[in-house]
C-alpha cells in the first residue's frame, strides 16, 4: 500500500517552520494520486516500464551479494557495472521500480520491488554492521577510511571509483522505496545504512570529512537530512552538515559563482543538499545557496533545452564556444538532478520561475533523451550543428544517465499539481492527467493535446459541493493577461492571489469544467553568452531540424566504455546552414507549415540550397538523426565574413580529430577514469578555463592504441610552466626527458614525441601507458592534454 501523504514528501514535512513560504507550505501530490493519460509522456513512462522489466534483477543485485561475500545468482553486468562502479545501477533501479510502481501501479513492477528489497536485506544481515553495497572491496576500504586513512581525488577514494557516489544510490533507492512506494522494511534498512554511516565518521575531524568529499559522493548529505525528518532525529541532520562540501558551499553562501570548469553533476546533488538541510531545520542561509546556484546555472549556462555541460563540466558563462563545437553537450544527469532542485525549490518558495525551468527541461532534455520506439537513454545532447546522439541498449550500456534514465520517465506526474492545505489547489504543467485528491472527496481530469493545441481542460468531479481555490499557472510564454478561462463555457474574471497563477476561488460542484487558453509565440533564444547563435521556441518547446540520417556511427551503444559518446564523423561547422536576416527579431522569419500541427518553416532566413526547405519541429521528436537546434546568424553584408571565421575556427579542430588515435583531456573526471588515471602527489585546476593536471610525484593513463597506429604523442602545456624538469615513459620506457622553459607563443602550446618504431609491429600492445614522473624536487608540468596521433 503506498504510504499516507505526511511521509510521502520529506521536502515540506517540516516547511511550516521555516518561514521561507507562504502562511501555508505548498505540497507535491503523491506520485500515486496522478495517473498520465494518452501523450508523449504517457508513451515515454511506458516505454520506461518495459526497459525497466528487460533487465536481470538478479544480475544488478550481483555486485552486492559479492561485497557481502554471498554467491551471487547471476553475473554481473557489463560496462559500468563491472568496471569498478558496480552496484551504483542497482541504487537507480531502485528507485525508478519505486517511482514506476508509485505512478502505475504496476504489479510486476511491485514484485520486482519487493525482490529487490528482500534481497539486499540479506546482503546487509550478511555484513552485520548495517553496510549495504556493492563497491568492490568495499568492506575493507571502508575500514581504512574509519581508520583515518583517506586518499581522496575528484574520481576516487583509497583507489576506488567514486565509492561514496555509489553508495549515495544505494541510500536513495531505500528512501525511494519507503518514501515513494510504501516499502517499510526499506526504511529500517536506510536507517541502518545511515548508522554505519554515523559510526564510520565518528571518530573523523572536519578536516578528514572535507578531503573525503574531495571525491564524488552524490547528494549523501540530502539524503542525511531526509532521514532526520523521516526519524526527527536531529543527529541526522548534524550529519548532513558536516558532511556538506565546504569548498563549494562557501562561495555559493558568498554569492560566488566559481563554476567554471567544475564537474557539472557532481555539485548539483550537492546543492539540493543544502537545500533539503534549510528545509529540515538548518541554516535558512544554506537555502539560499542553493537558490544562487540554481540562478547562475540556468542563467548563465543553460542552453535552450534546459540542459548544461560541456564533456560534463560547467563551461565558462561568457563563452559558449566549447558547446557548439563539442561531441559532448549537455549531461542528462545534470538536468535530472536540477529538475530535483528546482522542484524544491519552488515548493519552499512558491515561485514560478523555477516551474517555467521544469516545464522546459521536462518537455525538451527529459522527454527527449529516451529513444520513444526501442527505448534507451541518452548520456550526452549535442547542440554541435549537425550532430548526433546515441541510445543505450538493455543488455550492454550501464552508465549514470542509463540509471537517471530509468528514474526520470516515471516521475512525470510529480509537479503536475499541488496544493496548499485543504484551500488552494493548483495547476502547474499542462499534461494529459488524473488527479485523485482523496481528502477532498476530489478527482479531477486535464484533457489536453498541449502543445498541439493551445488549451487545455480541466473536469472537476466532487462528491459533494466545495469551495476552495483553483489556481492556475500562467507561464512566462503566455504573455500578461492572455491566459483566458471559461467555467462551463463562460468567461470568467481570475484573480492573482499568487505572483505566476490566476485563481478561482467558489464553490465547485461535480461536473463542472474549466477550459484554459494558452496562447504561443515563437521566440528567438540567442545562448547566455550572447553570441550570434540562435535557437527557437515556441511556447516551451524548442524547435529544432533534422538535416540528415548520414554517418550515424554508433547509434545504438555497445558496451564499450566509451560508447556513450557520440563519436561519428564530424561535420564542418561552416557548412551547417546559416540564417541571414536583417530584422532584428529573426524569430518573425519562422512561420507555421499550414495543415501540420507545431511544424514549420525558416525558408526565407537558411542560406543553403541544400537546407532551404527543412522543417522545425519539437526536438523531442527528433531521434535517429543528425538536427541543430542552435543556428549561426547574420546579415547579408556579413554572412561571406561569419562563414571564413567558422571555417577558420572548426578546419583545424576536424584535422587533429581526424590524426587522433585516443586523447585523455588530465584533470576531467570521466575522460581520466575512463583512461584509466593513477597517481601520486598530484594536483589538477584550470587555467584560462582549461582542466589541467600536475604531479610532484606521478601520474599515468592508459591510451587505446588497436591498430598500432600511432606515430607520435601529442601533449599541451601551458607557456607560462617554467623550470619544471620531469619523464615521460610508455609503457614503463623512457620516451622522454622534459625540461619546460615557457613558450611567448599564446597560452598554450603543443609538443609532438615521436613514438618508437617497435610499437608498430603485429606484436606490439594495443594499449599504452603514458606515465608523467617528476624529477627530484621538481614538477612534471601542468598537462592539459594528451593524444595518440597517427
Known amino acids: 500500500m503506498i ?22 507550505a505548498l505540497q507535491s501530490f503523491s506520485i500515486s494520486a496522478v495517473r498520465l493519460l494518452d501523450s508523449p509522456f504517457r508513451e515515454a513512462q511506458q516505454t520506461d516500464l518495459d526497459y ?42 531502485l528507485s525508478a521500480l519505486a517511482y514506476m510502481y508509485s505512478a502505475t501501479g504496476n504489479k510486476q513492477v511491485h514484485q520486482r520491488l519487493t525482490y529487490f528489497i528482500d534481497q539486499l536485506e ?67 534498512m536506510l536507517l541502518k545504512v545511515t548508522d554505519w554511516f554515523l559510526d564510520l565518521t565518528a571518530n573523523l575531524t572536519d578536516a578528514q570529512l572535507q578531503e573525503m568529499m574531495r571525491s564524488e559522493h552524490g547528494g549523501l548529505n540530502e539524503i542525511f537530512a531526509d532521514v532526520s525528518s523521516i526519524t526527527g532525529e536531529r543527529k541526522y541532520l548534524t550529519l548532513a552538515q558536516r558532511f556538506s562540501h565546504r569548498a563549494v558551499l562557501e562561495p555559493l553562501l558568498a554569492g560566488q559563482d566559481v563554476l ?78 536540477m529538475l530535483k532542485l528546482s522542484k524544491e525549490l519552488y515548493l519552499t518558495s512558491g515561485s514560478t520561475k523555477y516551474l517555467d525551468y521544469y516545464e522546459r527541461a521536462t518537455y525538451n532534455h527529459i522527454l527527449s533523451s529516451q529513444h520513444p520506439g526501442q527505448g534507451g537513454f541518452v548520456y550526452f545532447t549535442p547542440m554541435r550543428p549537425r550532430h548526433y546522439r546515441v541510445y543505450s541498449q538493455p543488455q550492454e550500456g550501464f552508465w549514470c544517465c542509463v540509471g537517471s534514465g530509468l528514474e526520470n520517465h516515471g516521475k512525470y506526474g510529480e509537479l503536475v499539481y499541488a496544493h496548499r492545505g485543504q484551500q488552494e489547489m493548483v495547476v502547474n504543467l499542462f499534461i494529459p492527467s ?105 511556447g516551451p518547446v524548442v524547435l ?71 522543417q522545425l519541429v519539437p526536438f523531442y ?21 561569419r562563414k571564413e571565421e567558422l571555417r577558420r575556427k572548426d578546419e583545424e579542430k576536424r584535422a587533429l580529430e581526424a590524426r587522433t588515435i585516443d586523447q585523455v583531456t588530465p584533470g576531467e573526471q570521466q575522460p581520466e577514469s575512463d583512461h584509466g588515471f593513477q597517481g601520486e602527489q598530484t594536483e589538477t585546476g584550470t587555467f584560462r578555463n582549461r582542466h589541467w593536471r600536475h604531479a610532484t610525484g606521478w601520474f599515468s593513463y592508459n591510451l587505446r592504441n588497436s591498430k598500432r597506429a600511432a606515430r607520435t604523442l601529442r601533449v599541451t602545456y601551458a607557456s607560462g610552466d617554467k623550470n619544471r624538469q620531469f619523464s615521460i615513459l610508455v609503457n ?57 596521433l597517427q
Open 3 to 24: 504510504m499516507k501523504r505526511k511521509f510521502l514528501l520529506l521536502s515540506t514535512c517540516l516547511l511550516p517552520l521555516l518561514g521561507r513560504s507562504q502562511t501555508t
Open 52 to 93: 525497466m522489466l528487460a533487465l536481470n534483477p538478479d544480475r544488478l543485485l550481483a555486485p552486492y551479494l559479492a561485497a557481502a561475500g554471498l554467491p551471487p545468482k547471476a553475473e554481473n553486468y557489463g560496462n559500468w557495472e563491472n568496471t569498478g562502479l558496480d552496484g551504483h545501477m542497482g541504487g537507480h533501479y
Open 122 to 188: 540479506i546482503c546487509q544481515q550478511k555484513s552485520g554492521n548495517g553496510y549495504l553495497g556493492g563497491v568492490p572491496g568495499g568492506p575493507a576500504m571502508w575500514e581504512q577510511v574509519k581508520a583515518g586513512n583517506i586518499k581522496a581525488n575528484s574520481f576516487g577514494l583509497n583507489q576506488k571509483w567514486v565509492p561514496l557516489y555509489n553508495l549515495h544510490k544505494t541510500y536513495a533507492g531505500l528512501r525511494d522505496a519507503y518514501v515513494v512506494a510504501g516499502n517499510a522494511k526499506a526504511r529500517d
Open 260 to 337: 567554471n570548469g567544475m564537474h557539472a553533476n557532481t555539485q548539483i546533488p550537492k546543492v539540493i543538499g543544502f537545500e533539503r538541510i534549510a528545509e529540515a531545520g538548518g541554516d535558512p542561509a544554506w537555502g539560499g545557496a542553493a537558490a544562487f546556484f540554481w540562478k547562475t546555472v540556468v542563467e548563465n549556462r543553460t542552453v535552450s533545452i534546459g540542459g548544461n555541460s560541456v564533456s560534463e563540466h560547467f563551461n565558462p558563462a561568457t563563452s559558449f564556444t566549447s558547446m557548439l563545437e563539442s561531441t559532448e553537450g549537455p549531461e542528462t544527469c545534470n538536468t535530472y538532478n
Open 434 to 538: 488524473t488527479l485523485t485528491w482523496a481528502e477532498q472527496g476530489l478527482t479531477l481530469t486535464q484533457q489536453t493535446t498541449f502543445p498541439m493545441e493551445e488549451r487545455t481542460q480541466l473536469k472537476l468531479s466532487l462528491k459533494k459541493p466545495r469551495t476552495f481555490a483553483l489556481s492556475i499557472r500562467q507561464p512566462r510564454w503566455v504573455p500578461a493577461g492572455q491566459l483566458l478561462v471559461q467555467v462551463n463555457g463562460q468567461p470568467v474574471a481570475t484573480r492573482a492571489t499568487s505572483p505566476g497563477y490566476v485563481t478561482l476561488n467558489r464553490k465547485w460542484r461535480s461536473g463542472d469544467v474549466v477550459t484554459v487558453a494558452l496562447p504561443m509565440t515563437t521566440t528567438a533564444e540567442y545562448l547566455p553568452d550572447h553570441s550570434s547563435w540562435v535557437s527557437f521556441v515556441h
Open 544 to 614: 529544432a531540424a533534422v538535416t540528415d540520417t548520414t554517418d550515424l556511427t554508433g547509434l545504438r551503444a555497445n558496451g564499450a566504455r566509451m560508447a556513450h559518446v557520440p563519436n561519428g564523423r564530424l561535420y564542418p561547422i561552416e557548412e551547417a546552414p546559416v540564417l541571414v536576416s536583417t530584422n532584428p527579431n529573426v524569430a518573425e522569419g519562422i512561420k507555421p507549415v499550414a495543415g501540420q500541427p507545431l511544424t514549420f518553416t525558416a525558408a526565407s532566413l537558411i542560406d543553403s540550397d541544400k537546407y532551404r526547405n527543412v
Open 621 to 641: 521528436q527528433i531521434h535517429d538523426a543528425r538536427y541543430m537546434v542552435y543556428w549561426p546568424v547574420t546579415t547579408p553584408a556579413g554572412l561571406v565574413a
Open 732 to 788: 614503463g620506457l623512457p620516451l622522454a626527458k622534459v625540461r619546460l622553459e615557457g613558450n611567448p607563443q599564446g597560452d598554450f602550446y603543443n609538443v609532438e614525441y615521436a613514438l618508437p618504431e617497435a610499437l608498430r609491429k603485429p606484436t606490439a600492445p594495443t594499449e599504452l601507458t603514458v606515465k608523467f614522473i617528476a624529477e627530484a624536487s621538481s614538477t612534471a608540468s601542468s598537462v592539459y592534454d594528451v593524444r595518440l
